[in-house]
């Protein structure tokens, strides 16, 4: 392999590596420029303080007395073996969804996972609005529910709850939930009827509300607002939706707000050219305001009008997902490797039923894509071999022809013929692995089944740094990162055991590599480190046997 093109190979790896992990979870893919589904205020031209015709102001100043006076509001609880949801009778909102199977925390004494991030604020989610009634309050009126105030769902079963708000002798307002036992998936009704004796024309809002789901959200983990329309997957810039609300017109499968381990989506089950608004409503804690906005509609005197919703709020895990279907597997989204990062997710859990360790499963896979590679590493290492050996040759000939690039580069050629060596042989079977690489790290660094997932010894949770405590805190570290620093120990020995490039300079470069790569990996998921780690071990035995067996 040419010495430049190596060197240049490796750097582009390293960037490419500092990109994904530090840059990608803030650059959302943008929709297609045939699709007009999102469009900005400035398009859309929404005042500066939206009226009632456009855009409901939402319940975020009557709400929090609300949240103060918590303890006096009515709630219903439904239990399932997944996941426990909570409704609360100002407005018929949810007020809590814990997913049982899932833990906020690393810890025993660790709570259930509650997706309902934005609770301690107020901000409910399921709130009705009438734009052009909004003095009605429905948002935080309080509605009337069924008489059994726990209902505790089996394995397999279903309930209907029905909730129901007469409103100043002139809506009926009826918001009725379907729970499942076995999926994360619900229904939400709401129906709208008009009980005065005059015609009523207006729109509904639905709105959900959302904050992050970790308060110090590492870089690879970022939440966000996101949809699945026009047959592409897209997610909003949170720094942009700062700056400018977003509208997302109809249709759309789903849209919802996610980290790479949950998601809570809302989906649209009508016909009407609705729109999707999102916003931010409170910048010191980022809650993101979602709002469904219906057409205008007519309302005769007890004349009544339904709309109907599917909600998904549970992990990102790709069975339940599929399960679910409307697209949703859709926010597993992992770029131009996802042919290649989803095969290895099911063989990563797919090892795990045997194994039942994710960090034995992590090794064996290494193992796995070690020996499909081995035959492309081991060309490529042999081809490096001989280009160490003809590079003498090389530099005469390039001293002797520097001034005549023609010549220079036909006397290369029948060198390379010569000694049947060919200068991309190392570059090219490198190149192959980098997709497999790449789909490795970015299922391992997004992979809801490795949370809080425990290896050995200090490595409880594979998705977080790997740190060991001892006894004191590190500057910006708090502990050792043993396995990082193994990590970067067997790749510098890998370095010292591969061919040499034959330049000086070059060599001090390559031998800085392992330390670059070190500090790069420092506070990435143990997962990955792991995966790096075992596959430096691996190598290094590759090339010591085949230094072995050439001098056999």
């Known amino acids: 392999m040419e010495k430049r093109a190596l060197l240049a190979l490796i750097l582009s790896v390293l960037v490419l590596l500092f990109w994904e992990y530090y840059f990608t979870p803030y650059q959302p893919q943008q929709p297609s420029k045939e699709s007009k589904s999102v469009e900005s205020t400035d398009q859309k031209k929404l005042p500066e303080k939206p009226s009632l015709d456009n855009f409901p102001p939402g319940d975020t100043t009557s709400i929090r007395p609300f949240t103060e006076a918590a303890p006096k509001m009515e709630k219903w609880i439904v239990k399932t073996p997944i996941y426990e949801a909570e409704i609360v009778d100002r407005g018929a909102r949810i ?21 309902i991030s934005v609770q301690p604020l107020g901000y409910f989610p399921g709130s009705v609005d009438l734009l052009k009634n909004q003095k009605l309050y429905l948002a935080t009126h309080s509605y009337k529910g069924p008489s059994e105030r726990e209902i505790i769902l089996k394995d397999g079963e279903e309930r209907s709850v029905k909730f129901y708000a007469l409103v100043g002798e002139k809506v009926l307002i009826e918001k009725t939930y379907l729970w499942r036992s076995n999926t994360y998936m619900a229904d939400m009704e ?97 809650v993101v305001q979602l709002v469904y906005l219906s057409e205008s509609f007519n309302l005769k005197p007890q004349e ?22 409307y697209k949703l597997v ?10 290649l990062a989803k095969p290895l997710l ?20 290494t193992i796995v894509v070690k020996l499909v590679c081995w035959p492309l590493t081991d060309k490529s290492y042999q081809s490096m071999k001989k280009m160490k050996q003809i590079q003498p040759l090389i530099n005469q000939i390039r001293e002797k022809y520097k001034d005549d690039r023609e010549k220079l580069n036909q006397e290369l050629m029948n060198l390379y013929r010569t000694y049947k060596v060919n200068p991309m042989g190392g570059c090219l079977p490198i190149l192959l692995q980098i ?31 790997d740190r060991l405590n001892i006894g004191f805190s590190i500057p910006y570290l708090g502990g050792l990162p043993v396995l990082t620093l193994l990590m ?20 001090k470069i390559m031998l800085l590599m392992p330390i670059v790569f070190t500090v790069l990996f420092i506070n990435f998921p143990s997962g990955l480190v792991l995966y790096w780690f075992v596959n430096n071990i691996l190598s290094i035995a590759q090339q010591y046997w085949i230094e072995r067996s050439s001098k056999e």
């Open 488 to 507: 970067g120990a067997t790749m510098f020995i890998q370095q010292k055991m591969s061919p040499s490039p034959g330049d000086p300079r070059q060599e």
């Open 190 to 286: 709401v129906r709208v009827k008009n009980i005065s004796s005059e015609p009523i024309e207006d729109r509904i809002g639905l709105s959900f509300y959302f904050m992050p789901y970790q308060k110090d959200e590492p870089s690879y983990n970022i939440s966000q607002l996101a949809y699945y329309g026009n047959k592409s997957f897209n997610a909003l810039d949170m720094k942009e939706l700062k700056k400018e609300m977003k509208t997302v017109s109809a249709p759309v499968d789903w849209i919802g707000y996610q980290n790479n381990y949950f998601l809570q989506a809302l989906i649209p089950e009508t016909d009407e050219k609705y729109q999707i608004v999102g916003r931010i409503v409170d910048d010191k804690d980022s």
């Open 346 to 365: 099911y063989l990563l859990k797919w090892l795990y039923s045997f194994t039942h360790n994710y960090g034995v499963a992590i090794i064996i896979l």
């Open 435 to 465: 997709p497999i690489f790449f789909a490795l790290y970015r299922m391992l660094y997004s992979a809801v089944e490795l949370r809080h997932q425990p290896f050995c010894l200090w490595i409880t949770d594979l998705t977080a740094p």
């Open 304 to 325: 009544d009008k339904v709309w109907k919703f599917k909600f998904y709020t549970g992990p990102k895990e790709m069975s339940e997902l599929k399960k679910s279907g």
């Open 330 to 339: 859709a926010s597993i989204d992992y770029g131009w490797v996802g042919f």
């Open 95 to 115: 007020s809590s969804i814990k997913l049982l199977r899932y833990r906020a925390f690393l810890g025993k004494d660790a709570p259930p996972m509650e997706l």
